[in-house]
């Protein structure tokens, strides 16, 4: 059974760092482009940022770009995203998501809580 | 940047009834499009891809249909476990891949 587990999530200060994990199981991890897209409270979803199979492109969406960095360890079936400088508004429920095919997201893991507030 | 929007916001039907969700494309995305369920606290499920395709394990009362920039997403006859918001997100021209903003079924 294809499964994602994130991890990582909580509370942090305006202006502080937070790193996310989500573990991968079931599937060949490093055959598969990965992706985070996060939900606000009561909102909709937002797509934050995929990378690559082997990590060698990554992309970003331009409200996180140039703090958020993604990442993945193919050797331990993780995919991580470290993130900088939060701002309230990064304060959602963020899920890791398999790219596959076109680019449809497929399976979702369950998510993990980021609230950002002092 | 590719805008996705549906339609309704919210739309009202009784079991075993039929609903008729909207997506429309700013721009042409060809079929490039996918349809998500999200029930209350739990992640999205992929429910269709390609525009009509059905995922692995979805019931055949959900049908999705349309290209370019007009898509509908239809349930046949509406079962208590289908009341839920549905997105659609388009993956043709990215990044960014985009959502809309949600379709919420409630019981009527």
């Known amino acids: 059974e294809v499964q994602l587990l994130e991890s990582g999530g909580g509370l942090v200060q305006p202006g502080g760092s937070l790193r996310l994990s989500c573990a991968a199981s079931g599937f060949s991890f490093n055959n598969y482009p990965m992706s985070w897209v996060r939900q606000a409270p009561g909102k909709g979803l937002e797509w934050v940022s995929s990378i690559t199979y082997n990590g060698g492109s990554t992309y970003y969406a331009d409200s996180v770009k140039g703090r958020f960095i993604i990442s993945r360890d193919n050797s331990k079936n993780t995919l991580y995203v470290q993130m900088n400088s939060l701002r309230a508004e990064d304060t959602a429920v963020y899920y890791c998501a398999r790219k596959s095919g076109g680019s449809w997201f497929d399976p979702w893991g369950q998510g993990t809580l980021v609230t950002v507030s002092s | 940047e590719i805008v996705m929007t549906q339609s309704p916001a919210t739309l009202s039907v009784s079991p075993g009834e039929r609903a008729t969700l909207s997506c429309r494309a700013s721009q042409s995305v060809s079929s490039h499009l996918a349809w998500y369920q999200q029930k209350p606290g739990q992640a999205p499920r992929l429910l269709i891809y390609?525009?009509?395709t059905r995922a692995t394990g979805i019931p055949a009362r959900f049908s999705g249909s349309g290209s370019e920039t007009e898509f509908t997403l239809t349930i046949s006859s509406l079962q208590s476990e289908d009341f839920a918001v549905y997105y659609c997100?388009?993956?043709?021209?990215?990044?960014?891949?985009?959502f809309g903003q949600g379709t919420k079924v409630e019981i009527k």
């Open positions: 390609g525009a009509s």
């Open positions: 997100q388009q993956y043709d021209n990215w990044p960014p891949w985009t």
